[in-house]
């Protein structure tokens, strides 16, 4: 083809409200019957084929643990290896389609999600991963329709980064896949990560292992079936739900592992980048290792804050979809000038705040993903009611007869060195200090020295002198910080989502930094007219 496509100028999706009456609402209605009306089976994807293991683990909803939403077939041994061939196969043509190509297989993606699959993922992940509407249409629809998009142009942005040429010589990159398969791990909690981990380097030419997490497999199983229909080559993303272990012990120890994406626990990132550095010497290449992992993000209040922008940032940042992101607000500072006011004011919001099934749209939570998230949480709580010097604010209620419910619970406590204001809980529990208002400067140094992650933060101030300090103060405390705002909600193109210390490589989702880690260039330089004597003029006589 003689042009030069230019990718379509990406837009940021509207999101849609589903107000009542609206035609959203009524079609994510229809799809949440019917998708709780039946039991999906999900199959390994491989190859292009659907493999059926026999051996599969049930997809329950996590606000109605007896209802079985879906059956998952696992990977074995065999399958994983299956696995790795397809990519290996799929990788020898996949890598060398021209960039218009495979661009048009992830903006026809974009557009079936933002129509006829909108409301089937949508569902999929209120259902499976207990979000409300609003938290699925942020997420699964918005989210992803944005990193399909705004992916595609980043990855336009990189080819046309080129070398000078001198006369005579023409200079070039060639933007290379990496070469093997790269292993996505995604995380329950972001259908729209689920996506973006295996399809972020397919963009770039590479070919994937995914292995979702179990308690999101509906929600990806459909955006599979999406890409499917898309136009994705088989083999191209490879689907492999498994025991975790099992997965990563083998992708890790192969030849061909060319790189891995991942977002979950810190333990388990530094566990993989050991294993990786133990076969380091037998990889045809370096790996790549791309890792977005904990958080245990503050708000900082000012005295000059303004109070209810703080207290609505504190309910939405720490309560909105459980505290299940890796960006909720978990600790917070307020100076006693303020607090009274805070205090109150967050607590009359929360009274308000309803908790149960997220297909009855009056709830603003649900419930928390699992029986091991709830037992932590629980633990958490309970030790706070009995600790000296901790006072529990609001909630500390715990259910699982029907679902894994928490009530939104605060808890105030005198020593900042508190287990709660210090280790990630990932649950819908927020830890407040009260602070001398005169003492500002020392309680910046406590938040950033207080927890070795780096992932979110907020401060709230109306003094410009406030927001100044603090940005200084906790310039690595956070790799996305926000000035009167919740310290949750990235958007994809508009603030590119990471952080360092103990929560990843920082290698920003939602930007051109993270599609370049896809790549390994190759400079070309063409000579037109090659010198054909080895002197130079230097050698010549005087």
Not at 294 to 309: E, L, Q, W
Not at 358 to 384: C, L, Q, T, W
Request: aromatic share 10%.
């Amino acid at each position: 083809m003689n042009s030069v496509p230019k990718v379509p100028p990406p837009t940021n999706e509207p999101v849609l409200s589903y107000a009542p009456a609206s035609s959203e609402r009524a079609e994510l209605k229809r799809a949440l019957k019917d998708l709780s009306g039946r039991q999906v089976e999900i199959p390994l994807v491989i190859g292009g084929k659907e493999v059926r293991t026999g051996k599969t683990v049930d997809v329950v909803m996590p606000h109605c643990h007896r209802h079985v939403l879906a059956k998952t077939h696992q990977a074995g041994s065999a399958e994983v290896e299956a696995a790795i061939a397809a990519a290996r196969d799929a990788w020898s043509d996949w890598s060398v389609w021209g960039f218009e190509r495979r661009a048009a297989v992830f903006l026809k993606a974009a557009d079936l999600l933002a129509t006829r699959y909108r409301p089937i993922v949508n569902a999929a992940t209120m259902l499976g991963q207990s979000k409300t509407a609003h938290q699925a249409e942020i997420d699964a629809a918005c989210e992803l329709i944005d990193f399909f998009r705004f992916n595609v142009h980043f990855a336009e942005r990189i080819y046309a980064e080129q070398p000078l040429s001198a006369p005579g010589v023409w200079n070039y990159l060639d933007y290379r896949p990496l070469e093997g398969f790269v292993y996505a791990v995604t995380p329950f909690n972001f259908t729209s990560i689920g996506g973006n981990l295996p399809t972020a380097p397919a963009i770039m030419g590479n070919t994937v292992v995914w292995k979702p997490a179990a308690t999101a497999a509906l929600s990806n199983h459909f955006v599979m079936r999406l890409l499917d229909e898309a136009g994705l080559p088989p083999g191209v993303i490879n689907f492999v739900p498994g025991p975790s272990a099992q997965v990563s012990e083998r992708l890790l120890s192969d030849r061909s592992f060319a790189g891995i994406h991942f977002t979950g626990s810190t333990e388990v990132f530094q566990a993989l980048w050991q294993r990786a550095g133990m076969h380091l010497a037998s990889y045809t290449a370096y790996p790549r290792l791309v890792g977005e992992t904990g958080g245990k993000d503050f708000v900082v209040a000012h005295a000059s804050a303004d109070v209810d922008a703080l207290a609505t940032g504190l309910v939405r940042g720490a309560f909105e979809y459980q505290g299940q992101k890796c960006s909720a607000a978990s600790r917070a500072y307020v100076p006693d000038a303020i607090w009274p006011r805070v205090r109150d004011r967050m607590l009359e919001m929360l009274a308000e705040v309803q908790v149960g099934d997220p297909a009855d749209f009056r709830n603003f939570m649900g419930a928390v993903i699992d029986r091991k998230a709830f037992d932590k949480i629980k633990e958490y709580v309970e030790a706070a009611k009995r600790a000296p010097g901790v006072k529990l604010l609001f909630g500390g209620g715990a259910a699982d007869a029907d679902g894994y419910f928490i009530e939104p619970t605060v808890i105030q406590s005198e020593d900042p060195a508190y287990r709660t204001m210090c280790e990630e809980i990932f649950g819908p529990v927020l830890s407040v200090h009260v602070y001398p208002a005169a003492r500002w400067t020392d309680t910046l140094r406590l938040v950033d020295q207080t927890s070795p992650y780096a992932l979110t933060g907020a401060i709230f101030a109306q003094d410009r002198r406030a927001v100044e300090q603090a940005k200084t103060a906790l310039r690595y405390a956070a790799g996305n910080f926000y000035v009167n705002d919740k310290p949750t909600g990235a958007v994809v193109g508009q603030q590119p989502f990471g952080g360092a210390r103990a929560s990843g490589t920082n290698d920003k989702a939602g930007s051109l930094l993270n599609l370049i880690r896809w790549t390994s260039p190759r400079a070309v330089k063409e000579t037109f007219i090659p010198p054909r004597s080895f002197t130079y003029p230097f050698m010549a006589e005087s």
